[in-house]
Structures are given as C-alpha cells and as structure tokens.
C-alpha cells in the first residue's frame, strides 16, 4: 500500500472500496489486493466526501451483499503478499550498521516519561470539578502539547527497544540452533532501515513484522526444546528403572532449567544436548554392567547345582532374560536376572546348612580363589589384561573371610569360566620368556 495513500481510502475495507468505486463508475476489475483497490481510487481522485455519499447511498451497513468473509479473505492475501516479498539485501553495509547501532544507542538512553502528564490530566480534571474552566483550558492544552512531543520521542524509543530485542533473539537462536531462517535476518535489515529513513508507517509496518516473525521463532524454539526436554526426563526415568545411575544427566537438567529461567537461549540448548549425551553413556555402562551379570548368575546357578541343590529356575529362566536384553527390554531383565540369583542363592545357602558339607564346600573355594589369585597374578607379571580377573578374586577373598561362602563360590566360579583359556595363554608366555620349554608330541599323565 503506497505511503501517500489517502487516510479516508485506507480506513475502508475492500468490499467498501469496490462499493466506492462502482458508485463512480471505477474500474477495479483486476485489483486483487487492497492496496490496488486503494491506489486505482486515490488515482482516480476520490474525495472523502464521496466516499461518505456513496456508503450512504448503497446503505452499506444494512446490505446483504456485504460479504465479511471477502475482507477477511483480502487481509490474508495481503498478510501473503508481505511474506512473499524477499528483500534483496539481507545485511546491512558495515558503515550504515554502525550508523544504526549508534542511532538506537541512543535513543534507548532517552526513555520518555509520562508522569508528568498524567500529573497535569489530573489537576485539569480537578480543575473542570471546581467549575475552573479558564485554568482547566490552560493546564490540559499544556499537558496535551507535551503529550504529542513525548508520544514522538516514544515511538523513537519503542521502535530501538523491539529492535535491539528481536536482533538480540535472533542472535541467541542463531547461538542455539546453528543457524536461523534468513527471513529473521532479512526482516531486521528492512526494520533498521526503516528507523533510519523510513515514513512513520513504513517503520510500524516493518516492526510489527519484525516482532511478530521474532516472537513466532522463538515462541518455536522453546515449545521444540521443551518438549525435548520433557522427553529427555521420561527416557532418564525409564534409564532409572534398570538400575542406571543418572545423577551426572539430572544435574546437567538441573542447570539447564536455570539458563532457561534467565532466558538464556543458547546455555539452556547446549546443556540439554550436553544432558542427553550423558544419560546415553549412563544407559551404555548400565547395559554393559547388566550384560556382565549374566555370567555371575550363572556361577550362581552351577554353583548351587554342584553342591546338590535342586532349583526352580535354570538354563530356560536365563534365556528369557537373555531374549529380554536383546530387546532392550532392560528392566525385565535385571528383574529376571535378579529374581534366579536370589532363588539359586537361597537354594545355595539352606543346601549348606550341614556343617559337614559346608566345611568341604569352604575348602573347594578357598583353594579354587587361591589358585585363581595365583595364576591371574603371573599372567599380569607377564603383562596380560587380567585386571577384572584380580578384582573379583579380590571380591570372593573378601566375601570368604566375611564367611558369605555363597557368594565367594558365584564369584569365584564366575572367574573361572570366564578365563578358562587363560592357562593356554600362559603356556604360550612361559615357553616364550623360556620359563618352560615345548615338548612335541609329548602327552600329559591323563592321556597316557
């Protein structure tokens, strides 16, 4: 719409603008936009007088040919119009930013007040209640002159205030998300413009769109990353079902919430992302730890079996765990893992309530651990990984001399499985550094 339009033709909706111009024999046929409809009329010289008589004349306000639906339709084909329209330059020249810069620096140093015109609305109006009109008439012309002078140096001030805040949203968004729409980019560019050297009307009309193509971006961002954020506590939820610890992420959340709070867009995005990753590598050692327990129960299960226990869960029990792990199911893995040791366990325990089979039973894990202890030892003088070895053996030591005997025999049972192929290895290393030598064809007293 041209910035010259007339005030009289530009208050009028499109149906009352084609009423106007059929009344004085206007052709609007291919106006398509308000702003053609205003510009063929203000053209043709339309007076506001005319319009006056020709709303009258066709009764505008009582016709049923007045149809809302077409000025509706008219707003958002002019709503359209301003989207689609991409101004060429997308940043500002270095020296016409500086001069923005500088000009809405200072303009923001100089925030109009209204408290002493309000002052003086009030003393008119107490004036008009003692019927002292003559000084009512002086102290309101005064008050309504500083009114328009401070409503100029307003809209200055407002205009550099949206300005600077969009400019610093989109900054943060662009901080947060790595890049941003260029139309934010583009918009802000013809705001700037428009403070500098814009007709009023232009400069409202610039920054209405500015504030809100602003507010919808970062209106977006945050409903995408709260959502994001609600998401991430229910997985961290679901991680804690199993057993995972998630203090590290929890805190990360924590802080991010506080970013959030003091709106600061870019912290609170990258502690979310830094959050996310630290519950996905709590969840990866939690799965690992639960994939290990496999084999402990086992050593439970065999463990209970040899010293003739008759037990309720076995080999099929651990499948379904198995099956469940494999299904990322994790919590009703560790629920059914958790629930066979605890029955070989029990079983375990009441099976060794004889002294007599305890004792020996004690002794066949005492010299079992001693004998692990010492091969895991030599094997780690030879600088073999054996350091997970050590640490159960250490764990079984301590759960004999706690007299935890069922779960010094798991333990040990579990090392023992687990490095089975450790005295080939070691065979291997002593022939190597000549500690033994290699003898073919030779066969152990068993074979013959």
């Not at 409809?37 to 006056?52: D, H, K, P, Y």
């Not at 409202?204 to 506590?233: P, V, W």
């Given at each position: 719409?041209?910035?010259?339009?007339?005030?009289?033709?530009?208050?009028?909706?499109?149906?009352?603008?084609?009423?106007?111009?059929?009344?004085?024999?206007?052709?609007?046929?291919?106006?398509?936009?308000?702003?053609?409809?205003?510009?063929?009329?203000?053209?043709?010289?339309?007076?506001?007088?005319?319009?006056?008589?020709?709303?009258?004349?066709?009764?505008?306000?009582?016709?049923?040919?007045?149809?809302?639906?077409?000025?509706?339709?008219?707003?958002?084909?002019?709503?359209?119009?301003?989207?689609?329209?991409?101004?060429?330059?997308?940043?500002?020249?270095?020296?016409?930013?500086?001069?923005?810069?500088?000009?809405?620096?200072?303009?923001?140093?100089?925030?109009?007040?209204?408290?002493?015109?309000?002052?003086?609305?009030?003393?008119?109006?107490?004036?008009?209640?003692?019927?002292?009109?003559?000084?009512?008439?002086?102290?309101?012309?005064?008050?309504?002159?500083?009114?328009?002078?401070?409503?100029?140096?307003?809209?200055?001030?407002?205009?550099?205030?949206?300005?600077?805040?969009?400019?610093?949203?989109?900054?943060?968004?662009?901080?947060?998300?790595?890049?941003?729409?260029?139309?934010?980019?583009?918009?802000?560019?013809?705001?700037?413009?428009?403070?500098?050297?814009?007709?009023?009307?232009?400069?409202?009309?610039?920054?209405?769109?500015?504030?809100?193509?602003?507010?919808?971006?970062?209106?977006?961002?945050?409903?995408?990353?709260?959502?994001?954020?609600?998401?991430?506590r229910a997985m961290l939820a679901d991680y804690e079902s199993f057993g995972t610890q998630t203090q590290e992420p929890r805190r990360l959340l924590?802080?991010?919430?506080?970013?959030?709070?003091?709106?600061?867009?870019?912290?609170?995005?990258?502690?979310?992302?830094?959050?996310?990753?630290?519950?996905?590598?709590?969840?990866?050692?939690?799965?690992?730890?639960?994939?290990?327990?496999?084999?402990?129960?086992?050593?439970?299960?065999?463990?209970?079996?040899?010293?003739?226990?008759?037990?309720?869960?076995?080999?099929?029990?651990?499948?379904?765990?198995?099956?469940?792990?494999?299904?990322?199911?994790?919590?009703?893995?560790?629920?059914?893992?958790?629930?066979?040791?605890?029955?070989?366990?029990?079983?375990?325990?009441?099976?060794?309530?004889?002294n007599d089979v305890r004792c020996r039973h004690v002794n066949r894990v005492t010299e079992t651990i001693a004998g692990l202890e010492k091969t895991?030892?030599?094997?780690?003088?030879?600088?073999?990984?054996?350091?997970?070895?050590?640490?159960?053996?250490?764990?079984?030591?301590?759960?004999?001399?706690?007299?935890?005997?069922?779960?010094?025999?798991?333990?040990?049972?579990?090392?023992?499985?687990?490095?089975?192929?450790?005295?080939?290895?070691?065979?291997?290393?002593?022939?190597?550094?000549?500690?033994?030598?290699?003898?073919?064809?030779?066969?152990?007293?068993?074979?013959?």
């Amino acid at each position: 719409m041209p910035d010259d339009a007339p005030r009289h033709l530009e208050s009028l909706t499109v149906n009352k603008l084609k009423i106007v111009a059929a009344r004085h024999g206007i052709d609007v046929g291919t106006c398509k936009y308000k702003k053609d409809f205003v510009g063929r009329l203000s053209a043709a010289g339309i007076t506001e007088s005319q319009v006056e008589d020709a709303l009258t004349s066709a009764e505008v306000t009582n016709s049923p040919a007045v149809d809302k639906t077409e000025d509706i339709a008219a707003a958002r084909r002019d709503i359209e119009l301003i989207a689609e329209k991409v101004p060429s330059v997308r940043v500002l020249p270095a020296e016409e930013e500086e001069e923005v810069e500088r000009n809405i620096d200072r303009a923001l140093l100089v925030r109009p007040s209204f408290f002493e015109i309000d002052s003086q609305a009030e003393a008119a109006w107490n004036h008009m209640i003692m019927a002292d009109y003559h000084d009512a008439l002086k102290v309101n012309n005064d008050a309504r002159s500083k009114m328009l002078d401070r409503f100029s140096s307003f809209q200055i001030f407002s205009c550099a205030l949206s300005i600077r805040a969009a400019e610093s949203i989109i900054v943060s968004l662009e901080q947060a998300q790595g890049k941003v729409d260029p139309s934010l980019k583009t918009i802000l560019v013809e705001a700037k413009r428009a403070f500098i050297d814009g007709s009023p009307k232009h400069r409202e009309q610039t920054l209405e769109e500015l504030e809100a193509t602003t507010s919808k971006a970062y209106e977006s961002f945050f409903e995408g990353s709260t959502q994001a954020e609600a998401q991430l506590r229910a997985m961290l939820a679901d991680y804690e079902s199993f057993g995972t610890q998630t203090q590290e992420p929890r805190r990360l959340l924590e802080i991010a919430e506080q970013a959030k709070q003091s709106f600061n867009v870019a912290e609170y995005a990258k502690l979310l992302e830094e959050a996310h990753r630290a519950g996905a590598t709590a969840k990866e050692v939690r799965t690992a730890e639960i994939e290990k327990s496999f084999g402990i129960v086992r050593s439970a299960v065999h463990e209970a079996r040899d010293v003739g226990a008759i037990l309720s869960v076995g080999d099929d029990d651990l499948a379904h765990a198995r099956a469940a792990f494999d299904q990322q199911a994790f919590k009703r893995a560790t629920d059914l893992l958790a629930s066979i040791e605890r029955t070989a366990d029990q079983a375990h325990l009441e099976k060794i309530m004889d002294n007599d089979v305890r004792c020996r039973h004690v002794n066949r894990v005492t010299e079992t651990i001693a004998g692990l202890e010492k091969t895991l030892q030599e094997a780690a003088s030879y600088g073999m990984d054996v350091e997970e070895g050590l640490l159960f053996v250490t764990r079984a030591k301590g759960a004999l001399s706690n007299r935890d005997i069922v779960n010094a025999a798991k333990l040990a049972r579990h090392v023992k499985d687990q490095t089975h192929t450790l005295e080939t290895d070691l065979d291997k290393e002593r022939i190597n550094r000549g500690i033994a030598k290699k003898v073919d064809e030779a066969k152990c007293g068993k074979c013959g």
